[in-house]
């Protein structure tokens, strides 16, 4: 008790000192709950705007990415319908180009077949001479005074390269209107080549791009080899003018998307080129009509942040007089939890500060227990050092009695400590709720165990002892096993020992079985072990116990009630809270 005080008082010391010296240092002013409330607010919405705009961003970049390849797509396709177009022009040229009355001076027949052929397809036939002046023309009766074609380069292009040729886009002097022409030389056996021409309205050619539907802001144009628009679907660029975004020269341009900016506006633009044609589907969109949606969840995301950190900041106001109430009372309950009063548990209407004053009262009961429990236990400690001091003295007493000379007292006397410490060691790790009887058991065989571990057999049902109980038995096995190395299982190289228990109604059966290939009559003299197992297990426990001789090796069973070995009510009681 001296000491307890003592160390109490340095203890005090030691605080006083802490409290001074942290007192005379700098000290961090404190801040009322709303400031962290506010904080935490501000710490959990604005991060979550940032990362929902990023978020956003690489969204809004991925549906770019995904908007281009379906507008490339798009342009693809609308090149391909085109391109089908010029190819059944082609076709159905070919086709009347083998007629024979097409080289006849009389182009009746031909003219005939020809209007048959292109009848609703919108399309007409114009045959050119060597000269390119016109022969014939199915959009006016034959025989209609003609001029030169309004396209001759493309006649004579076809004629050098023998093969058929798709014109630029011009203002036809027959239809009165903006036209194409796919011009097929026919060269006959004998006598000047003769050129077949099929002309179109560009303005057919629209139902090739309006086809597909185009994304929101997205527009279309087919455009010539000169950058002259065929057919649109904006107003902006109007068939025969030159297209207002500078991309085509001569020629195929080369696929792909990129940018340009004219007129101070920028533009994305998808180019998709015809080796057929010569001709390129253009699709573009403004920038600003690209980016206007994300413009528009930034606004309203920005919107909502700004609502929602209000929201948040008047949601922490009102819990921090929810909160700060409670706390004080909590500061009340602590400081006279502090002090050694009881305190009473408040039901408040926050679940965690509830908690916390439960918990208080809680403690205020636990440590009235707990001084209980430290008184308890230093009569306890007197108590054991008293037994453990008989225990010594009688260990002494039978050592010196069994002895045959100092040395041999020294080192029955050292061994018997020794398991006297062990079963000690589990007996305080064990605490009021006692000791397993296992952890005994292997305690005290483990110094005398061989290396083997197929040589020991332990087996039966967990069971606590009884500290007083644990004492008894831990020196009866002591002993045991003490006798095992002398002169039983483990003082020859093939012995086994089999240790086995179980509980029947009220009784604890335990089985300590050695087995050696030949036993040896042990000395019938009363040792010290028979003495611990005779008179501590007989008399303290009521055992009933029973030594046979094998022919194979020694048994002892013991049979002792449950009653004397089982710890006390109160460590159940314990044990179970």
């Given at each position: 008790m001296t000491l307890n005080f003592k160390a109490s008082e340095r203890s005090a010391e030691g605080l006083n000192s802490a409290s001074s010296g942290s007192s005379t240092g700098k000290r961090t002013r404190p801040q009322p709950i709303a400031a962290y409330l506010v904080l935490m607010v501000a710490v959990l919405i604005i991060p979550m705007i940032v990362f929902s705009v990023l978020l956003l961003q690489r969204n809004n970049t991925a549906q770019q990415k995904v908007l281009s390849t379906l507008t490339a797509a798009a342009a693809a396709s609308m090149s391909e319908a085109v391109d089908r177009e010029i190819t059944g022009m082609m076709t159905t040229l070919r086709v009347l180009s083998k007629t024979p009355s097409l080289f006849d001076s009389d182009l009746s027949p031909f003219y005939d077949r020809a209007t048959r052929a292109l009848a609703g397809t919108g399309a007409h036939l114009v045959v050119l001479d060597q000269n390119y002046d016109q022969l014939m023309n199915t959009r006016v009766p034959l025989g209609t005074p003609l001029s030169k074609t309004s396209d001759p380069d493309t006649a004579a292009v076809s004629i050098e390269k023998r093969a058929a040729v798709v014109s630029d886009v011009f203002f036809g002097k027959v239809a009165k209107d903006w036209v194409f022409i796919v011009a097929l030389p026919a060269f006959p056996e004998d006598g000047p080549p003769r050129v077949v021409m099929m002309t179109r309205e560009a303005a057919s050619l629209n139902a090739a791009l309006v086809r597909r539907k185009l994304a929101d802001g997205w527009n279309a144009a087919l455009v010539d080899g000169k950058n002259t628009v065929i057919t649109s679907t904006s107003p902006a660029a109007n068939t025969g003018q030159h297209f207002f975004l500078d991309l085509i020269s001569r020629g195929p341009a080369a696929s792909g998307e990129m940018p340009v900016t004219h007129e101070g506006i920028s533009y994305q633009a998808v180019v998709q080129g015809s080796e057929l044609s010569g001709w390129n589907i253009v699709m573009w969109a403004p920038m600003s009509a690209l980016n206007r949606p994300l413009r528009n969840s930034l606004r309203s995301l920005i919107l909502g942040g700004i609502v929602m950190v209000g929201l948040g900041i008047g949601a922490a106001l009102l819990l921090t007089r929810q909160i700060s109430g409670p706390v004080r009372r909590l500061a009340r309950d602590a400081?006279?939890?502090?002090?050694?009063?009881?305190?009473?548990?408040?039901?408040?209407?926050?679940?965690?500060?509830?908690?916390?004053?439960?918990?208080?009262?809680?403690?205020?009961?636990?440590?009235?227990?707990?001084?209980?429990?430290?008184?308890?236990?230093?009569?306890?400690?007197?108590?054991?050092?008293?037994?453990?001091?008989?225990?010594?003295?009688?260990?002494?007493?039978?050592?010196?009695?069994?002895?045959?000379?100092?040395?041999?007292?020294?080192?029955?006397?050292?061994?018997?400590?020794?398991?006297?410490?062990?079963?000690?060691?589990?007996?305080?790790?064990?605490?009021?709720?006692?000791?397993?009887?296992?952890?005994?058991?292997?305690?005290?065989?483990?110094?005398?165990?061989?290396?083997?571990?197929?040589?020991?057999?332990?087996?039966?049902?967990?069971?606590?002892?009884?500290?007083?109980?644990?004492?008894?038995?831990?020196?009866?096995?002591?002993?045991?096993?003490?006798?095992?190395?002398?002169?039983?299982?483990?003082?020859?190289?093939?012995?086994?020992?089999?240790?086995?228990?179980?509980?029947?109604?009220?009784?604890?059966?335990?089985?300590?079985?050695?087995?050696?290939?030949?036993?040896?009559?042990?000395?019938?003299?009363?040792?010290?072990?028979?003495?611990?197992?005779?008179?501590?297990?007989?008399?303290?426990?009521?055992?009933?116990?029973?030594?046979?001789?094998?022919?194979?090796?020694?048994?002892?069973?013991?049979?002792?009630?449950?009653?004397?070995?089982?710890?006390?009510?109160?460590?159940?009681?314990?044990?179970?809270?």
């Open positions: 400081r006279r939890l502090g002090s050694g009063e009881m305190v009473k548990a408040v039901d408040y209407p926050i679940a965690e500060i509830a908690t916390v004053s439960h918990a208080l009262a809680k403690a205020a009961e636990r440590r009235q227990a707990s001084d209980n429990e430290v008184r308890f236990l230093m009569r306890e400690v007197a108590h054991r050092a008293k037994n453990q001091l008989t225990v010594v003295s009688s260990i002494a007493k039978q050592s010196a009695r069994s002895a045959r000379g100092i040395d041999a007292f020294q080192d029955s006397f050292q061994k018997r400590l020794h398991g006297l410490a062990r079963s000690t060691d589990l007996l305080i790790a064990g605490g009021v709720a006692g000791v397993e009887f296992r952890e005994l058991l292997l305690a005290q065989i483990e110094p005398f165990q061989a290396s083997e571990p197929d040589r020991l057999e332990v087996d039966g049902p967990q069971f606590r002892l009884d500290n007083q109980a644990a004492q008894m038995l831990g020196m009866a096995l002591h002993e045991l096993a003490t006798n095992a190395s002398k002169y039983g299982a483990f003082s020859v190289p093939e012995g086994r020992l089999s240790a086995t228990w179980n509980v029947t109604g009220t009784t604890f059966d335990f089985d300590w079985r050695e087995r050696v290939r030949r036993s040896r009559r042990r000395p019938e003299r009363r040792g010290f072990g028979t003495e611990v197992i005779e008179r501590m297990l007989k008399g303290a426990l009521f055992a009933n116990v029973t030594r046979t001789h094998h022919r194979d090796g020694l048994e002892w069973r013991f049979e002792i009630p449950l009653d004397r070995l089982r710890p006390n009510a109160a460590t159940e009681e314990e044990d179970d809270l």
